[in-house]
């Protein structure tokens, strides 16, 4: 493609596939758009090893690494509250809440405590000596991209990516946003609409797409949010986007992370069978309804700040994803997982190449109709 | 422009706009577009008045009108509850609610009543008798596009379309909704996404639209919902859509209806000013946040079915718009009215003709920035 982006990055085709799933990223880097690797929820020695294996199996093309950042990591200085401190720091109502929800489905609770404590390095991942930790990891392969999935990124991730030669991008949910990172030096923007599956703001990507670019100046824009098609990232484009970022869509790929359960769910949702809740993470995040979201949503209590609230979440749902797996039916009501409003178009399970391809077909048939309204 | 709507509607560009204001219906008309005269807070004599002056001032070009025609229209026969039983049935809780909003901001209810008597006509235009009564006027004219707001147009509606020659639109939020007006027999659907001002969904543009297309078959689809630029027009028709209809981008304009209070506000407004709310008419419709809606979201008793809704609200809201429009600080604060989210990127007045062109120059650039990527 005719890209400035596409140039700078070495990349034939603007289509970044954020995923969990090493297979994924390596896929879609090797079929001519990018893959990020979304690291928050994986220890820095879990890191390394993903990132070895996608050096390996990307054929040579450029991928990226995504990570959460705290903008705060240098005035917070060292590490964060100790894995006792955060867990003495569990309310008793949220983790009997989570608890209760587990039992009603008849999934038990037994293990809960054992998969927290596994997951604990998620809040280290948030403090400085753990996002240092991560940055050190990531910087030694050689990324072509590093995003910060929340907030603007501090100095330090902007200075090691500058010494690295490495371009830094940023989700945006607002156009305020927008600004604050274009000023603090961010290199790409990616505007994430209302519709994005994780986490994301109210405003729709088909306004929030122009007003972002309207501020960015010569930073090019990724347009993010229920795009799973090639003709939504045409649409995208149309509207001075310079490429399209998507996770949901690479969710119902034969390599995709989720279990068979949540892609068959999510193969027949519709568009309405999402919603946005602060249940998974603290913050709002788009994730497909289910008995645990319906259960959190009703009557659950008010959710916790981060890193608190996954810390009671995570492990229910590692809980139920376990489950689910094996076959058990209240285990797959209660089962769920971050995506967009787009889930209503992901109606078949293909390659993670295929659905690129398919992208760029589609992306040239869209370009060609909006041209032939131009004829004669 | 190429484009099978436009021989079959008699227009040059299918930028559809949607107002309850005669001098935009007339100018976008003239201008190359179509207005879409939306009748349904008028009687059918004020429907004559407004059509005759549309008739003698759009220059001879196709213009429309859009109601609201129940569904239920043949089974529900007749005429729907008296004035006297509307006014009976409205509970004294909404009633004090209201007047304590006005009351704490200054702004007095002394006269709702006499307000909410010349309002009542809204209701009759939802029962069977009143509808007709509307139809009646609406197919005295030589319309080219008559419109349903909500749900699918009864039988007697498509019947008097078809016998004058004259499509039928219909507002769909959902892929379901499509489906049921496909077989129904409409000639035109309109998606609303989640982010367009007044009754509205919630599944955003970017994904509806691709949806509503994939079950529309010949049927044309027009987008709405956000768009209030060119760019966004040729994105929508990226993803298939035939044209647009927007409704919010006309309040602004020089002609616009709302006071210069609220256009004011819309111009400064970003486009998280905007909230879905069940408390102006019953159902969701989107609007300027303002003291009002800030005040029903926080503490309102629970929104009633249409119309005793509206006979709450719009009686209090027009006393609101009367006295802002005098100066009224209070009243200016509680000033609201029906708006997308695209009212971010509403910044400036200009006329309604203006907008068309405007409209036009940004779709071609758009279209040529979409073509450049391919491009070796």
């Given at each position: 493609?005719?890209?400035?982006?596409?140039?700078?990055?070495?990349?034939?085709?603007?289509?970044?596939?954020?995923?969990?799933?090493?297979?994924?990223?390596?896929?879609?880097?090797?079929?001519?758009?990018?893959?990020?690797?979304?690291?928050?929820?994986?220890?820095?020695?879990?890191?390394?090893?993903?990132?070895?294996?996608?050096?390996?199996?990307?054929?040579?093309?450029?991928?990226?690494?995504?990570?959460?950042?705290?903008?705060?990591?240098?005035?917070?200085?060292?590490?964060?509250?100790?894995?006792?401190?955060?867990?003495?720091?569990?309310?008793?109502e949220h983790l009997a809440f989570a608890e209760q929800v587990l039992e009603r489905a008849g999934v038990g609770a037994d293990d809960l405590e054992e998969r927290r404590c596994a997951l604990l390095h998620i809040s280290r991942n948030l403090d400085s000596a753990g996002a240092e930790a991560m940055l050190d990891v990531a910087f030694s392969f050689p990324i072509r991209l590093i995003a910060n999935a929340l907030g603007t990124p501090p100095q330090i991730m902007l200075d090691r990516a500058r010494a690295a030669g490495v371009p830094v991008a940023a989700l945006v949910g607002s156009k305020q946003h927008a600004q604050r990172q274009v000023a603090a030096g961010v290199d790409i923007l990616v505007a994430a609409g209302g519709e994005a599956g994780?986490?994301?703001?109210?405003?729709?990507?088909?306004?929030?797409?122009?007003?972002?670019?309207?501020?960015?100046?010569?930073?090019?824009?990724?347009?993010?949010?229920?795009?799973?098609?090639?003709?939504?990232?045409?649409?995208?484009?149309?509207?001075?986007?310079?490429?399209a970022w998507c996770g949901s869509v690479w969710l119902t790929t034969a390599e995709g992370e989720p279990s068979q359960v949540v892609k068959d769910k999510m193969l027949a949702a519709s568009s309405s069978d999402t919603v946005r809740s602060r249940s998974r993470t603290g913050k709002t995040s788009r994730q497909l309804k289910s008995a645990w979201t319906d259960a959190w949503e009703a009557d659950g209590p008010a959710p916790l700040p981060m890193p608190l609230q996954?810390?009671?979440?995570?492990?229910?749902?590692?809980?139920?994803?376990?489950?689910?797996?094996?076959?058990?039916?209240?285990?797959?009501?209660?089962?769920?997982?971050?995506?967009?409003?787009?889930v209503g178009l992901m109606t078949q399970t293909t390659s993670a190449a295929e659905v690129v391809q398919d992208f760029k077909r589609d992306y040239l048939a869209a370009t060609e109709r909006l041209m032939a309204t131009l004829e004669d």
């Amino acid at each position: 493609m005719n890209s400035d982006l596409c140039r700078k990055l070495g990349i034939e085709f603007p289509l970044f596939a954020f995923s969990h799933c090493r297979d994924v990223v390596a896929a879609v880097s090797r079929a001519g758009g990018m893959g990020v690797f979304g690291a928050v929820l994986y220890t820095p020695e879990q890191l390394r090893t993903e990132l070895e294996w996608i050096d390996a199996n990307c054929g040579g093309k450029p991928y990226g690494v995504d990570l959460i950042v705290p903008t705060s990591i240098q005035r917070q200085g060292g590490s964060g509250p100790s894995d006792d401190q955060l867990l003495a720091g569990l309310p008793a109502e949220h983790l009997a809440f989570a608890e209760q929800v587990l039992e009603r489905a008849g999934v038990g609770a037994d293990d809960l405590e054992e998969r927290r404590c596994a997951l604990l390095h998620i809040s280290r991942n948030l403090d400085s000596a753990g996002a240092e930790a991560m940055l050190d990891v990531a910087f030694s392969f050689p990324i072509r991209l590093i995003a910060n999935a929340l907030g603007t990124p501090p100095q330090i991730m902007l200075d090691r990516a500058r010494a690295a030669g490495v371009p830094v991008a940023a989700l945006v949910g607002s156009k305020q946003h927008a600004q604050r990172q274009v000023a603090a030096g961010v290199d790409i923007l990616v505007a994430a609409g209302g519709e994005a599956g994780g986490h994301c703001g109210e405003v729709s990507t088909m306004v929030l797409v122009p007003e972002v670019v309207s501020v960015a100046g010569d930073t090019p824009v990724l347009a993010a949010g229920g795009i799973v098609t090639g003709r939504q990232m045409a649409a995208a484009m149309a509207m001075g986007a310079a490429g399209a970022w998507c996770g949901s869509v690479w969710l119902t790929t034969a390599e995709g992370e989720p279990s068979q359960v949540v892609k068959d769910k999510m193969l027949a949702a519709s568009s309405s069978d999402t919603v946005r809740s602060r249940s998974r993470t603290g913050k709002t995040s788009r994730q497909l309804k289910s008995a645990w979201t319906d259960a959190w949503e009703a009557d659950g209590p008010a959710p916790l700040p981060m890193p608190l609230q996954s810390l009671v979440a995570e492990p229910a749902l590692a809980r139920i994803e376990a489950l689910a797996q094996r076959g058990h039916a209240g285990a797959a009501d209660l089962a769920t997982y971050w995506v967009g409003q787009g889930v209503g178009l992901m109606t078949q399970t293909t390659s993670a190449a295929e659905v690129v391809q398919d992208f760029k077909r589609d992306y040239l048939a869209a370009t060609e109709r909006l041209m032939a309204t131009l004829e004669d």
